[in-house]
Nanobody
């Protein structure tokens, strides 16, 4: 399994970014694709996830109403559209794949497949 995250960058508060997670190496029809983020000095935290089979999304409270997760089957890619960005959204964003949905505190510890992160910096 290979996951490649991209799309990070520097943006002003209130701006938008779209992150991409390109997946390859297997069939993901039974998987959940997750986005986690890790700010300096903080633990990695759940942001959003999507079921590849049902297209059902899940969001952390911090992401609800601002972020949207979606998938493109043809491109084997999951997107995280981030709007109304805040300085506290600054972090390294990682995508991860697992047959089980992991959304709780410390959930990332149970996920095996990770992509390299992409940096998001939101200036005030």
């Amino acid at each position: 399994v290979q996951l490649q995250a991209s799309g990070g960058g520097l943006v002003q508060a209130g701006g938008s970014l779209r992150l991409s997670c390109a997946a390859s190496g297997r069939t993901f029809s039974t998987y959940y694709i997750h986005w986690f983020r890790q700010a300096p000095g903080k633990e990695r935290e759940f942001v959003a996830a999507i079921s590849w089979s049902t297209d059902s999304p899940w969001y952390a409270d911090s992401a609800k109403g601002r972020f949207t997760i979606a998938r493109d089957n043809a491109k084997n890619t999951v997107y995280l559209q981030m709007n109304s960005l805040k300085p506290e959204d600054t972090a390294v964003y990682h995508c991860a794949a697992d047959p089980i949905l992991h959304v709780g505190s410390g959930a990332y510890k149970r996920i095996y497949h990770w992509g390299k992160g992409t940096h998001v910096t939101v200036s005030s």
